[in-house]
């Protein structure tokens, strides 16, 4: 069974609080503005999402958990799986002097300008990852030096016969872009943050969104950083590069384009979408960028942009298939 099938739908639809759209397009759910239509359910409190959950688990249904698709590349034929979208319905808030606990569907960016405008820093320097609490997570999603793991305490995940569990910090082995939580659903986090002037870091907060704003193209449909910055050897690349926008762009792939999706000119890391850009042709300019880079200079791109197949499942990061 898939979770287009209308029997699948239709007992959702009994089970949980949350409502079910059935044939809804994905490409309004990711920055890029890409992916075709699916089962989409929007669990109204965390009980939904472990009901959703145990729902498709009983029924032999595949899921996906989506946040804000700031960094998913969903597939031009849609989903087969069922697509659990966390956002509202998942965001408290609560904090306790230095800890704060936030539900996963928060958008990180607001989380950044409250914990600042309260005087705590830690997630402050968030303000430009337009993804949720859960996907930042997930992702150990950072920048300015800054990332998730930093200041992670715990987090309440469900798995996926509908059963919550706790995990300490210690239990979570975070890395570059990576948290190596699989096949759960981060409801909430616990952080630990520190106090710092309210005006300082609200100041940092100004500076750092007007930096992203200059320096890449955050008003048009992307998905961030296509690749991981590579792991390399010590004592560097001989070219001196570092950086995955740093080779690309040494790559001369600034401005390169397939089908209706263009390398950024502003940012050569930044793959756009000039307007029914799809699926296919990402794939493309992926497969196309990482070749380039591999004959000038030898060195492999990983993907961290998350592409996602019909059924629900991440290919790998070393490798996409092109064949739609
Ligand atoms: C303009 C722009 C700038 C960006 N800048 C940065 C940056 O500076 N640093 C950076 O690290 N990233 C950056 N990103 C990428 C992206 O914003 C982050 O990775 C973000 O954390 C993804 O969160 P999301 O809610 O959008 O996740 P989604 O894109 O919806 O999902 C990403 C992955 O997380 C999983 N996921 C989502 N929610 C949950 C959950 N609750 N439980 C379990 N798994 C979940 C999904 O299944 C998927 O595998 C940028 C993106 C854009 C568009």
Redo the contacts with the bound molecule.
């Keep these: 069974m898939t979770a287009r099938d209308p029997r699948f739908i239709a007992s959702l639809r009994e089970a949980t609080r949350g409502e079910v759209r059935e044939n809804e397009p994905l490409a309004g759910y990711s920055?890029f503005r890409i992916g075709g239509p699916a089962t989409v359910v929007f669990p109204a409190g965390p009980e939904d999402v472990a009901i959703a959950l145990r729902h498709a688990d009983n029924a032999g249904v595949s899921w996906?958990?989506?946040?804000?698709?700031?960094?998913?590349l969903l597939p031009d034929a849609g989903l087969e799986a069922l697509v659990i979208r966390?956002g509202k319905g998942l965001d408290g808030v609560r904090s306790d002097g230095d800890r704060w606990w936030f539900g996963?569907g928060l958008p990180?960016p607001l989380v950044a300008r409250q914990t600042a405008a309260a005087g705590f820093a830690g997630l402050h320097k968030m303000v430009?990852?337009?993804?949720?609490v859960?996907?930042?997570v997930?992702?150990n999603?950072?920048?300015h030096g800054a990332e998730w793991a930093d200041v992670v305490q715990r987090v309440t995940v469900v798995d996926p016969n509908g059963v919550d569990r706790v995990l300490d910090r210690e239990e979570i082995p975070f890395r570059y872009?990576r948290s190596g939580?699989e096949r759960?659903?981060?409801l909430e986090t616990e952080v630990a943050l520190h106090q710092a002037e309210p005006a300082l870091l609200e100041q940092e907060v100004r500076d750092l969104f007007e930096w992203r704003q200059r320096g890449?193209p955050?008003n048009q449909p992307?998905?961030?950083?296509t690749f991981t910055n590579p792991d390399l050897p010590p004592g560097g690349h001989p070219s001196g590069l570092r950086s995955a926008g740093q080779f690309l762009d040494a790559a001369d792939l600034k401005g390169y384009t397939i089908g209706r999706v263009q390398v950024s000119p502003l940012h050569a890391n930044?793959f756009v979408n000039l307007g029914g850009g799809t699926a296919d042709d990402v794939r493309r300019l992926i497969e196309h960028a990482r070749d380039r880079v591999r004959d000038r200079f030898g060195v492999r791109l990983e993907l961290e942009v998350?592409v996602v197949s019909p059924a629900g499942e991440?290919e790998p990061t070393d490798g996409v298939r092109t064949d739609g």
């Design positions: 920055t996906f958990a989506l946040g804000l698709g700031s960094n998913v966390l996963a990180a430009g990852v337009p993804g949720t859960g996907g930042g997930f992702m999603a950072g920048c872009r939580l759960v659903i981060v890449t955050f992307c998905c961030g950083s930044y998350k991440i």
